[in-house]
């Protein structure tokens, strides 16, 4: 069963309930108002016929009581079965709708000295509320006044008018119920559809295909989650494009040491063979020796990742002296510098304090944006390595700063430089440099140490690498 059905028939289930519930509270409040409704009139009309007989009685004319009680049953049939006027010397006067009514009503006809009404079935077999009530003039007692209402007949009209208004009812709601199952499946229409398109996209990612867009011009629930799906279509196809280029730059990075390490280890074996110079044999040692070093980093660049993704990356905390870790990394770096033709310098304060965190995770970190630095520069440009306490964040912390004057990043590069696997083009047609996990683990490592680090930069007017770190755990 598709969406669409199930949708519908939920909703019309559901409304089919609810019309259910509604029609059968207005029938019974409207049998409710009918029968209170005929019960006021009944009222009403026995008020009518005492002040009336009240009246006669009061000018002492008995053929007027006569007349009265005559017109009551006639004027009111088959409302009214009897009615009968009892006076205070026995003397009856009464009127029967037919002829069999004497006997059948005669033991109902007795004086009363206080107002009742009283519900019956009489020897005839019908329903009878009856209304008696004495008729005073002052304290004098002339007679009593007693009238039959059938309830037989007003229980007809009840149900008369509960039929007609039944037959309203249910036509409108059959009405309801049929609008009502069209309009839940325009509905379910108007949800299936983008949730249709929505399942033939992920199909078709499922099958490798990521130039697929899904076109659905909503601003509710349903387009939000359109638009969220194609962005993240984009994403996945750019985490691929990036997948891909991490694959390439892993098999440069592998294959470019091993190879070196290879042809050397034949030039040795060969060197053996031909008594090559020790200068010469000292010389492929050290070039397997810094092959074997690149892959090494590369390797526990790639450790490191995996550890951090799975949350066992390990910080050892203590002391650390940044000032003397730039210092170190300078004179490390001070070599490839001039071989280069850069300028590196650093620039710290007279005193810094020492931050809690990994001595050697710090280092990585500094290492990494001074490395990514080099990468990026042309022969003439200016690496600076700086510290102080943060100007942004307060005396709590320290801020260190790797600048160059190369080429700079795109806003675009800046925004995804420490997502994994991303890649800087130096230009737009030279190929990526590293594998894009350096800056990555930086990333990783400062927010491990509850700092924080991001990138100012320009085209063509160099880039800052800035983070910050807790003087205290």
Known sequence: ????????????????????????????????????????????????????????????????????IESIVSIHKPAIVYAAYISRKKNVFTSRDDKNIGSAFTPRLRNIYSPRTERYESLTGEN???????????????????????????DSLVQQGISLISGQIKTVAFMALIIGILGANFMAWQLSKPMRLLAQAAKKIG????????????????????????????????????????????????????????????????????????LQQLKGLKIVKDATIRLTNFINNILDLAKMKAGKFEIKAGPVFVDE???????????LAVTQNK??????????????????????????????????????????LSGMISPSYGNEFVELWVADTGVGLSKHDT??????????????????????????????IVKLHRGRIWAESELGSGTTFKFVLPIRS
């Open 415 to 444: 925004e995804k430089v420490f997502e994994k696997f991303y890649q800087v083009k130096e230009g737009e047609f030279k190929k990526p440099k590293g594998t894009g996990l350096g800056l990555s683990i930086v990333y990783e």
């Open 343 to 384: 300028k590196l310098s650093f620039n710290l304060p007279n005193a810094m304090p020492p931050i809690y965190g990994d001595n050697e995770k710090i280092k990585q970190v500094i290492t990494n944006l001074v490395s990514n630095a080099f990468k990026f520069t042309k022969e003439g440009d200016r690496i600076t």
């Open 325 to 335: 870790i730039i210092r170190e990394i300078a004179l490390l770096f001070e070599s």
């Open 207 to 278: 099958e490798g295909d990521m130039n697929v867009n899904v076109d659905v011009k909503r601003s509710d629930e349903i387009g939000v989650l359109a638009k969220t799906f194609n962005e993240m279509i984009v994403k996945v196809k750019e985490t691929d494009e990036l997948k891909d280029g991490f694959v390439s730059s892993v098999s440069h990075e592998l294959r470019s040491p091993l190879a070196a390490i290879d042809g050397y280890c034949d030039l040795l074996m060969e060197g053996v063979e031909k008594n090559y110079s020790p």
């Open 128 to 154: 009878v509320c009856e209304y008696a009530s004495p008729i005073l003039i002052g304290d004098k007692y002339l007679g009593t006044l007693i009238v039959g209402f059938s309830q037989n007949y007003m």
């Open 1 to 68: 069963m598709n969406l669409r059905l199930k949708f519908t028939l939920s909703v019309s289930i559901l409304l089919l309930v609810v019309i259910f519930f509604v029609s059968y509270t207005i029938f019974s409040a409207q049998k409710n108002f009918l029968t209170l409704q005929f019960e006021e009139d009944r009222d009403r009309s026995f008020k009518v016929f005492f002040h009336s007989c009240e009246e006669a009685l009061k000018v002492q004319e008995d053929d007027q009581i006569n007349s009265i």
